[in-house]
């Protein structure tokens, strides 16, 4: 790997994300840089979406010339982010933009099937993102839009995070466990899920702050059967009439979670590394549940998260617990009944 490949995939993402950053670090390095690589250019995609400070049109189409760079389609002249990356209040996220050329080159630098396995979980990543900055243009503090029904969520989840999981589970079959003896399709279903599950958390966690920028991603129609309006969210009050109704999306969020777990454990005993890398945001997901169930979710003072310290002692505990199977697979029970498909 080059030097400017090592300094992007390692020092950048660092700063664009620890949490990750820990889940990277374990994994082997057949699959490392591919799966680095997706998340960074996720990450600057991400980036360009929610510089809301920056018109619609504009995130729109700076994403569509990022999307036509990375599918190697379009125009091939380098990427110049500089004035997006001028509104950012982050350093990180404005290096990620201003290095975003550099990003894209390293795809060139895999396989003609890793190129396609990045290409097309950003191609339906960037769909995702796309579909968000058009379905909300409208949305304000003052004018909350939110999903029609469980199907746009389901959508939803599965273009920013379930497809995630597929490509997760893709690259790790081609480069790891060709030929292990396994239920391939479940597994790829399993990692739907499981990415979906992780999209779950950060929706019920960041409710507050989405409504304060007009997005609501809990559907209008369970709303209206709670006879509640996105803007009644907005008051902590609700929080009483509202728990029902949201502690059936984190029954849903936790069934996807248990999959995810199970996915988990379903993947080769020697593949040490990436139990390890699947474990972590699945044990994390499900903390983040315990405490989105005992706190109130509306209140926009207090942003309920795992800590620091917790993820360290979840980190630790489970790779201590890594040889010993049923003290492993008991760290997290699965729920008797689990949400859905």
């Known amino acids: 790997m080059s030097n400017v490949s090592s300094d992007l995939l390692t020092g950048l993402l660092k700063d664009v994300s620890r949490t990750f950053y820990k889940t990277l670090r374990v994994l082997p390095s057949a699959i490392r840089p591919q799966i680095g690589l997706a998340y960074l250019l996720a990450r600057t995609t991400d980036t360009i979406a929610d510089t809301d400070i920056v018109s619609r049109e504009n995130r729109l189409d700076a994403l569509t010339l990022l999307r036509e760079r990375i599918l190697n389609t379009g125009k091939t002249s380098p990427l110049q982010f500089e004035r997006l990356a001028e509104k950012q209040t982050s350093g990180a996220e404005k290096t990620l933009l201003l290095r975003s050329e550099e990003s894209v080159k390293i795809l060139s630098t895999f396989s003609e099937a890793d190129q396609e396995r990045v290409?097309?979980?950003?191609?339906?990543?960037?769909?995702?993102?796309?579909?968000?900055?058009?379905?909300?243009?409208?949305?304000?503090?003052?004018?909350?839009?939110?999903?029609?029904?469980?199907?746009?969520?389901?959508?939803?989840?599965?273009?920013?995070?379930?497809?995630v999981g597929e490509f997760w589970t893709k690259m790790c079959r081609a480069h790891l466990f060709p030929n292990a003896p396994l239920d391939y399709d479940l597994l790829i279903r399993n990692g739907v899920r499981f990415g979906k599950g992780l999209q779950y958390v950060n929706i019920l966690r960041d409710l507050p702050k989405d409504l304060r920028q007009g997005r609501c991603y809990l559907p209008k129609d369970t709303l209206q059967a709670a006879a509640l309006k996105p803007s009644d969210l907005l008051l902590p009050e609700?929080?009483?009439?509202?728990?029902?109704?949201?502690?059936?999306?984190?029954?849903?969020?936790?069934?996807?979670?248990?999959?995810?777990?199970?996915?988990?454990?379903?993947?080769?005993?020697?593949?040490?590394?990436?139990?390890?890398?699947?474990?972590?945001?699945?044990?994390?997901?499900?903390?983040?549940?315990?405490?989105?169930?005992?706190?109130?979710?509306?209140?926009?003072?207090?942003?309920?998260?795992?800590?620091?310290?917790?993820i360290r002692s979840i980190i630790v505990n489970s790779i201590a617990l890594l040889p010993f199977r049923r003290h492993w697979e008991g760290q997290y029970h699965l729920p008797e009944a689990p949400f859905g498909k």
């Open 119 to 163: 290409r097309d979980v950003l191609k339906t990543i960037i769909s995702g993102q796309e579909l968000d900055l058009n379905r909300f243009a409208a949305g304000t503090a003052t004018n909350i839009v939110a999903l029609t029904n469980d199907a746009e969520l389901d959508d939803y989840t599965y273009r920013v995070a379930g497809c």
């Open 238 to 310: 609700v929080e009483a009439r509202f728990r029902p109704l949201y502690n059936n999306y984190l029954d849903r969020c936790e069934a996807h979670l248990a999959v995810g777990w199970s996915y988990t454990n379903s993947l080769p005993r020697n593949q040490l590394r990436v139990r390890l890398a699947c474990a972590w945001p699945v044990l994390i997901g499900v903390k983040t549940v315990e405490k989105l169930r005992r706190e109130n979710p509306l209140d926009a003072t207090k942003r309920i998260k795992v800590g620091r310290d917790e």
